[in-house]
């Protein structure tokens, strides 16, 4: 048995209290989004969604799909794409959720009191709630997109659209109300679903889905608001996360 002197006693002491602080740091639970850490981040959870098991199962709100049912085939369109850039089905989509719109939460990390990843409506009805009180965020911010994770692995997710500012559709055919622009859906949906799988933002890649710009209203070739093909770079990093699926299989790509 050796001896301890009360100065060796207190070197320890600082160690194990150093050693306890910065391994609890490391592995806390986290709840942020997707505007966190670098801005040049690309991959934000190197490991996905871990061994949580897929497919990952994603809800949809019934307040989207009662609006306007085409709204369901844009998100599908963004679940195949990310799907077929992994070569395996690492997302599904289930229209089940009646009780819950963005209005039910009165902030932003409020979903994750639920049991469900999802995607919401966040707008003003009955005069309470609406995007900025809900989440705190700017009208000019189409969708964000909010995690829980510990270790570099997400365990849940959850994606609010703006629906107070926009609406959403199909830029290429739809038109603008009086008071909103109209958002393409599937191109929202696609960067905000490369989110939840993991992905940052692309800022210095415009071609990129991850960028975190795109424009409003009908599209022209002079205003494009569309960008609903993955760009080589996007493939690559989704793959890194989630390794081991088929060849790539797209319609379309960005090279």
Same mark, same amino acid.
């Given at each position: 048995?050796?001896?301890?002197?009360?100065?060796?006693?207190?070197?320890?002491?600082?160690?194990? =209290?150093?050693?306890?602080?910065?391994?609890?740091?490391?592995?806390?639970?986290?709840?942020?989004?997707?505007?966190?850490? $670098?801005?040049?981040?690309?991959?934000?959870?190197?490991?996905?969604?871990?061994?949580?098991?897929?497919?990952?199962?994603?809800?949809?709100?019934?307040?989207?799909?009662?609006?306007?049912?085409?709204?369901?085939?844009?998100?599908?369109?963004?679940?195949?794409?990310? $799907? $077929?850039?992994?070569?395996?089905?690492?997302?599904?989509?289930?229209?089940?959720?009646?009780?819950?719109?963005?209005?039910?939460?009165?902030?932003?990390?409020? #979903?994750?009191?639920?049991?469900?990843?999802?995607?919401?409506?966040?707008?003003?009805?009955?005069?309470?709630?609406?995007?900025?009180?809900?989440?705190?965020?700017?009208?000019?911010?189409?969708?964000?997109?909010?995690?829980?994770?510990?270790?570099?692995?997400?365990?849940?997710?959850?994606?609010?659209?703006?629906?107070?500012?926009?609406?959403?559709?199909?830029?290429?055919?739809?038109? $603008?109300?009086?008071?909103?622009?109209?958002?393409?859906?599937?191109?929202?949906?696609?960067?905000?679903?490369?989110?939840? =799988?993991?992905?940052?933002?692309?800022?210095?890649?415009?071609?990129?889905?991850?960028?975190?710009?795109?424009?409003?209203?009908?599209?022209?070739?002079?205003? #494009?608001?569309?960008?609903?093909?993955?760009?080589?770079?996007?493939?690559?990093?989704?793959?890194?996360?989630?390794?081991?699926?088929?060849?790539?299989?797209?319609?379309?790509?960005?090279?």
């Amino acid at each position: 048995m050796r001896i301890v002197t009360k100065s060796t006693f207190l070197f320890i002491l600082i160690v194990f =209290l150093f050693l306890l602080i910065s391994c609890g740091l490391q592995n806390r639970i986290v709840q942020q989004d997707d505007n966190i850490g $670098n801005i040049n981040d690309v991959i934000m959870y190197s490991s996905g969604w871990g061994s949580y098991g897929y497919p990952i199962t994603i809800d949809i709100s019934t307040q989207i799909t009662n609006e306007n049912a085409k709204l369901l085939g844009y998100i599908q369109n963004a679940v195949n794409t990310w $799907n $077929n850039a992994i070569g395996r089905n690492i997302l599904v989509l289930r229209t089940n959720i009646d009780a819950y719109t963005g209005n039910s939460f009165p902030n932003l990390y409020a #979903p994750f009191q639920v049991a469900y990843k999802a995607l919401y409506y966040d707008q003003m009805s009955g005069g309470r709630g609406g995007w900025v009180n809900n989440t705190g965020k700017d009208t000019n911010v189409i969708a964000t997109t909010i995690f829980q994770a510990q270790n570099n692995t997400i365990f849940g997710a959850n994606i609010r659209f703006n629906r107070d500012s926009y609406i959403f559709g199909d830029t290429t055919a739809d038109s $603008n109300t009086n008071t909103q622009y109209i958002a393409d859906l599937e191109s929202i949906a696609l960067h905000e679903l490369g989110h939840i =799988l993991g992905l940052g933002h692309a800022i210095n890649e415009s071609e990129s889905v991850m960028y975190p710009y795109i424009g409003v209203g009908p599209s022209s070739f002079s205003s #494009p608001t569309t960008a609903r093909c993955l760009s080589a770079n996007d493939i690559q990093r989704i793959r890194a996360i989630y390794p081991g699926g088929a060849s790539a299989n797209l319609s379309c790509m960005v090279n």
